[in-house]
């Protein structure tokens, strides 16, 4: 079965800290998805990145970084020099691979709630 | 641009009361739509998805249905609300790069 695990249920930190969220999934399939959401206190969830299974390489796109290993099945998100803006409920999600008919639904963690303090 | 609306953003019905809410997705075609719901606290659980008109496929069993009477409109019913039908509910739609886009959601308490 799948499953995504993250056991940081709140972090608190102070605006400019480094912070990193945590992630492991289990899954059965060799070809998946992984995914991270922000969910603002507004409700609407923000796509932030998807990482296909067979690329390993770590990505960035500015204060955002993911770092994916297979050998531990994590995908953690870091932020570098957090804002306030920051603040949000994050969402980590593993799918199957959607071949034009099937499910692809996401599988959710339940989220980690990060406070970013002035 | 693909642009997905649900409506009502806020709902209050009470308990024994029926339910409709609405999705619709604008500038792609035959998309694959999702009903989620995220209890208070708690992450979001897949309800129900459809890849077509017509086709429904329920993920949990519950006293909720889903519905798709156009290529990109997805409804999410129920004859009778319970309590625990209280939550965040979100659609969303695949790309063909098997990302998920969300709607604003609605928020649904049950009294």
């Known amino acids: 079965a799948q499953k995504v695990t993250q056991a940081q249920t709140e972090i608190s930190v102070v605006e400019k800290e480094d912070v990193t969220l945590d992630c492991v999934y289990e899954?059965?399939?060799?070809?998946?998805?992984l995914f991270w959401y922000k969910q603002p206190p507004s409700g609407e969830l923000v796509f932030l990145i998807r990482r296909n299974s067979f690329d390993e390489q770590n990505e960035i796109s500015g204060r955002y970084s993911w770092n994916f290993q297979k050998s531990t099945s994590s995908f953690n998100f870091t932020i570098t020099a957090s804002q306030v803006v920051d603040s949000a409920v994050y969402f980590c999600?593993?799918?199957?691979?959607?071949?034009?008919?099937?499910?692809?639904?996401?599988?959710f963690g339940k989220g980690t709630k990060l406070s970013v303090k002035p | 641009s693909q642009t997905i609306h649900q409506w009502p953003a806020t709902l209050v019905q009470p308990v024994g009361s029926p339910l409709s809410l609405e999705c619709t997705v604008e500038g792609t075609s035959n998309p694959n739509l999702y009903w989620y719901r995220q209890a208070a606290g708690r992450g979001l659980q897949l309800l129900f998805y459809s890849v077509g008109i017509g086709q429904i496929s329920s993920e949990v069993p519950q006293n909720l249905s889903a519905s798709r009477p156009q290529d990109r409109q997805f409804i999410l019913s129920s004859k009778k609300l319970l309590l625990s039908d209280s939550g965040f509910y979100l659609c969303?739609?695949?790309?063909?790069?098997?990302?998920?886009?969300f709607g604003p959601g609605t928020r649904l308490t049950v009294l």
């Open positions: 999600a593993l799918s199957e691979v959607n071949y034009g008919g099937s499910q692809g639904n996401l599988i």
């Open positions: 899954t059965r399939d060799t070809t998946y998805y």
């Open positions: 969303a739609w695949i790309t063909g790069y098997n990302e998920q886009f």
